[in-house]
């Protein structure tokens, strides 16, 4: 009885025991439930109310702030209602760059220019967009097509008005110019300061563009070649290119009173300030003097790595044993991308088909103005892989001219061509000597110009049709006004071409400084 008891007893004291254990237990958890809670209610807190940022002056934050890039000095700014009224006074500066592309378009050139000196991300949007304008493929795009070059964006208008600010032709121009840079050409000391720029990567040219011209009254001596090229030396235009020459990638070099001894001398001492240069146009002509050929095989010429546009169209040599260009090419020939030349350049008994074949293997784009009978037997001959070729005028003078060889021009570069410019009118009796049925299909060819007054032959739908299939635009040149009858005329090319998707007329008036642009597409017409 006792010990039955007992055993009641002890069973009743242990679920005690285990009942206040557990109260215990869960009052203890509870209570560290509350200590965390409290805890992460604290560091909240901490993260949503950080220390003042009026901790730092707010010049030092702006300091701080101007370094960012303005892409991430947006996300800063939109981060809290504090900071961006904290950097309200750096919004305008540092967020221009990020609408400049946009407002390039729309601005004033003069605006455009003076939003360099708003803050150094503008300035660098700026300067690269120019340097963009500015390349080999743009230049080039400029030569060929002055006419649409008119109508580009404002950006080109810009290049072409900064581009005068750096015509060097007039001596007052370029003295005016070196007074500023503080560059002395009566005194041999500043030969050696003009090596050193006046600040760290100094560019003065903003389109990377220089026109010069060799003929300024500056005959040296004649008595000894040593104490001629030292004289040359402290000439005004070296001392200017020994200053700023890395900067300059295209080059227009002028002579107008001939090429002679001196002025090829002075054109070598040049170009050796300028290894960076890219585009190299030569204008004047080549007068036979005493030794020229000699003179030419022992020349050095600077190396020029990074050549690759030569634009000989307004160059000529006034004898038919032409020595400079044939030297040119073979000196720089292998790196050329793009040759813009008169025909008459290939009438020289120097610039043979071996030669050209040998000397420039890497040609891809070639303009020729005032074909001759020479250049086109010559270019129907040569093996370069071509993408964009374009022929401007011909030489009416030119008696032995067979017009019909030009489709057999085209026809070599057939298979590598991409765009294709014939701005010469061929009448079909002229086509049909050559029979443009022996033609190749150009599989490659996406743009086709050609003027105007084509449509109304025989021949071109033809020839379009058969051998242009994959065209996806068709550009029409003309000096006259579009009439309805040309834009009807023109839709043909939609029912024989399923590729053509464009057919733009670009008119030039003789008689006007402006163009215009009429633009049909398959089912819309846009004017501008």
């Given at each position: 009885?006792?010990?039955?008891?007992?055993?009641?007893?002890?069973?009743?004291?242990?679920?005690?025991?285990?009942?206040s254990?557990?109260?215990?237990?869960?009052?203890?958890?509870?209570?560290?439930?509350?200590?965390?809670?409290?805890?992460?209610?604290?560091?909240?807190?901490?993260?949503?109310?950080?220390?003042?940022?009026?901790?730092?002056?707010?010049?030092?934050?702006?300091?701080?702030?101007?370094?960012?890039?303005?892409t991430?000095?947006?996300?800063?700014?939109?981060?809290?209602?504090?900071w961006?009224?904290?950097?309200?006074?750096?919004r305008?500066?540092?967020?221009?760059?990020?609408?400049?592309?946009?407002?390039?378009?729309?601005?004033?050139?003069?605006s455009?220019?003076?939003?360099?000196?708003?803050?150094?991300?503008?300035?660098n949007?700026?300067?690269?967009?120019?340097?963009?304008?500015?390349?080999?493929?743009?230049?080039?795009?400029?030569v060929?097509?002055?006419?649409?070059?008119?109508?580009?964006?404002?950006?080109?208008?810009?290049?072409?008005?900064?581009?005068?600010?750096?015509?060097?032709?007039?001596?007052?121009?370029?003295?005016?110019?070196?007074?500023?840079?503080?560059?002395n050409?009566?005194?041999?000391?500043?030969?050696?300061?003009?090596?050193?720029?006046?600040?760290?990567?100094?560019?003065p040219?903003?389109?990377?563009?220089?026109?010069?011209?060799?003929?300024?009254?500056?005959?040296?001596?004649?008595?000894?070649?040593?104490?001629?090229?030292?004289?040359?030396?402290?000439?005004?235009?070296?001392?200017?290119?020994?200053?700023?020459?890395?900067?300059?990638?295209?080059?227009?070099?002028?002579?107008?009173?001939?090429f002679?001894?001196?002025?090829?001398?002075?054109?070598?001492?040049?170009?050796?300030?300028?290894?960076?240069?890219?585009?190299?146009?030569?204008?004047?002509?080549?007068?036979?003097?005493?030794?020229?050929?000699?003179?030419?095989?022992?020349?050095?010429?600077?190396?020029?790595?990074?050549?690759?546009?030569?634009?000989?169209?307004?160059?000529?040599?006034?004898?038919?044993?032409?020595?400079?260009?044939?030297?040119?090419?073979?000196?720089?020939?292998?790196?050329?991308?793009?040759?813009?030349?008169?025909?008459?350049?290939?009438?020289?008994?120097?610039?043979?088909?071996?030669?050209?074949n040998?000397y420039?293997?890497?040609l891809?784009?070639?303009?020729?103005k005032?074909?001759?009978?020479?250049?086109?037997?010559?270019?129907?001959?040569?093996?370069?892989?071509?993408?964009?070729?374009q022929?401007?005028?011909?030489?009416?003078?030119?008696?032995?001219?067979?017009?019909?060889q030009?489709?057999?021009?085209?026809?070599?570069?057939?298979?590598?061509?991409?765009?294709?410019?014939?701005?010469?009118?061929?009448?079909?009796?002229?086509?049909?000597?050559?029979?443009?049925?022996?033609?190749?299909?150009?599989?490659?060819?996406?743009?086709?110009?050609?003027?105007?007054?084509?449509?109304?032959?025989?021949?071109?739908?033809?020839?379009?049709?058969?051998?242009?299939?994959?065209?996806?635009?068709?550009?029409l040149?003309?000096?006259?006004?579009?009439?309805?009858?040309?834009?009807?005329?023109?839709?043909?090319?939609?029912?024989?071409?399923?590729?053509?998707n464009?057919?733009?007329?670009?008119?030039?008036r003789?008689?006007?400084?402006s163009?215009?642009?009429?633009?049909?597409?398959?089912?819309?017409?846009?004017?501008?």
């Amino acid at each position: 009885m006792v010990i039955s008891w007992l055993n009641r007893l002890k069973i009743k004291l242990k679920n005690y025991f285990k009942s206040s254990f557990k109260t215990k237990t869960m009052q203890h958890s509870v209570s560290k439930e509350d200590e965390m809670e409290a805890e992460i209610k604290c560091q909240k807190k901490i993260v949503e109310y950080p220390p003042n940022i009026s901790m730092l002056l707010p010049e030092i934050w702006e300091d701080i702030f101007s370094l960012l890039p303005s892409t991430d000095f947006l996300t800063v700014i939109n981060s809290c209602p504090e900071w961006r009224e904290l950097l309200a006074s750096r919004r305008t500066s540092m967020l221009l760059p990020l609408v400049l592309p946009i407002l390039k378009e729309y601005l004033p050139i003069s605006s455009l220019l003076h939003c360099r000196g708003v803050s150094k991300s503008a300035k660098n949007v700026i300067d690269e967009t120019l340097t963009e304008h500015s390349s080999p493929l743009q230049y080039f795009q400029q030569v060929s097509c002055k006419d649409e070059w008119l109508l580009q964006s404002k950006m080109h208008q810009m290049v072409e008005t900064v581009n005068r600010k750096y015509d060097f032709r007039e001596r007052k121009v370029l003295d005016k110019f070196l007074t500023h840079f503080s560059i002395n050409s009566n005194t041999h000391s500043s030969a050696t300061n003009a090596s050193t720029p006046t600040s760290e990567n100094a560019n003065p040219f903003l389109t990377r563009f220089i026109k010069l011209s060799l003929d300024l009254g500056e005959n040296p001596a004649e008595d000894e070649d040593d104490e001629t090229i030292s004289q040359l030396r402290f000439r005004p235009r070296p001392l200017l290119l020994a200053k700023f020459g890395t900067a300059v990638s295209i080059f227009t070099c002028e002579v107008t009173t001939g090429f002679e001894r001196f002025n090829f001398l002075r054109m070598l001492l040049l170009l050796t300030h300028l290894p960076n240069l890219k585009v190299l146009k030569i204008v004047g002509s080549l007068e036979e003097w005493e030794e020229e050929a000699e003179y030419l095989r022992v020349a050095e010429f600077p190396e020029l790595e990074q050549l690759e546009t030569l634009d000989l169209e307004e160059f000529s040599d006034l004898h038919v044993e032409g020595a400079l260009v044939p030297t040119l090419f073979k000196h720089y020939g292998s790196q050329l991308k793009t040759l813009i030349c008169s025909g008459r350049l290939f009438d020289a008994t120097t610039i043979t088909v071996t030669k050209l074949n040998i000397y420039l293997p890497n040609l891809s784009y070639l303009r020729v103005k005032a074909v001759t009978s020479g250049a086109l037997f010559k270019l129907s001959k040569v093996d370069w892989q071509l993408e964009y070729l374009q022929f401007q005028d011909v030489l009416w003078s030119d008696r032995r001219l067979n017009l019909g060889q030009i489709l057999q021009v085209v026809n070599r570069f057939g298979k590598t061509l991409s765009q294709l410019q014939l701005f010469v009118l061929l009448s079909s009796e002229q086509v049909n000597r050559f029979d443009p049925s022996k033609m190749s299909i150009m599989p490659k060819l996406k743009m086709l110009s050609t003027t105007l007054g084509n449509l109304n032959t025989t021949w071109f739908w033809k020839f379009i049709e058969d051998k242009c299939c994959h065209i996806q635009e068709l550009g029409l040149h003309t000096d006259k006004i579009v009439t309805p009858i040309d834009e009807e005329l023109a839709k043909r090319g939609f029912r024989l071409l399923p590729t053509l998707n464009r057919i733009a007329f670009k008119t030039s008036r003789v008689d006007s400084s402006s163009s215009h642009i009429l633009v049909i597409k398959r089912h819309t017409v846009i004017e501008s």
